[in-house]
């Protein structure tokens, strides 16, 4: 049974990722729409896709995971379903991790202006990148799938003693190093997107006119909405890995409930909040979602109009 603050914790859990998927589905839903209406599939509708459908699968594992391991740990005693579990994590996490990186790319090479003769020839050649960035998906891949193969055949041959305890810790960082590779990869090629974007828009700022004010210009506001999404991302995948260790670290606490529960609540703040952050950070994402919350206000006054009458 669980205790209060652990039935508060995971109702917290399942409260962010109901909005997570409420989110990212908004943004499936708009998304698909303006390509039909557009006949045609953008870059950028491609990868808001991509975002939405990978987020929604890493918070239906997640939450579906914490929910067996907190209410019915009997049934994950088996190996196939831990096998399972992880290969489809590793999996469904790094092409999430690979929308992320591509979308903050995206913003790079569409916003930031630089006159160095790389990045020029990168901008033209965007998709060239993004094949490139696909195929350090699959390297990682690579490294990766052995790295779980290894750590539940050393699961196998320790059966008598706990395999956690058995592990050094040495060899469990480097083993959770290997697994998580690419996605640390590709987070940090983040952060240098970022720090490139905040040198563009320190050069911007530094090329206006003294007459122009600071953040009154559209090019400047451009910069400081790419850059809020960014830090914002940045932020939120830190504490997306801090709730993953904390689940991890649980049971080498002789399976702490409260510490994997608190882990667990971290670890979805990620996938929910940064759906929001897209959706208020795209011009058309954010009109198509103030008009949504008109159309459900307008229903529920006619609805309350309708029960006054018949009262």
Known sequence: MLTVVEAILLCLATSESVLGVLGNGFILYETCIDCVRQKKFSKIGFILTGVAISRICVIVIIISDGYLKSLSPHMIASDTHVTSISYLWMIVNHINTWFATSLNLFYLLK???????????????????????LGCLFISWSISFPQVTKMFNDKLQHTNISWQFHLRKSEFISNHILFNLGVIFFFLMTIIICFLLIISLWRHSRQMKPSVSGFDNPNTEVHVKAMKVLISFIIL????FIGLFIETLSFFRSENKLLFVFGLTITCVYPCCHSFILILANSQLKQASLRALKQLNCCEKGKDIKDARLA
């Open 111 to 133: 916003i930031a202006n630089f006159s160095h003769y790389l990045f020029l020839c990168l901008k033209r050649r965007i998709n060239t990148i993004f094949v490139l960035l």
């Open 237 to 240: 995948f830190v504490l997306h």
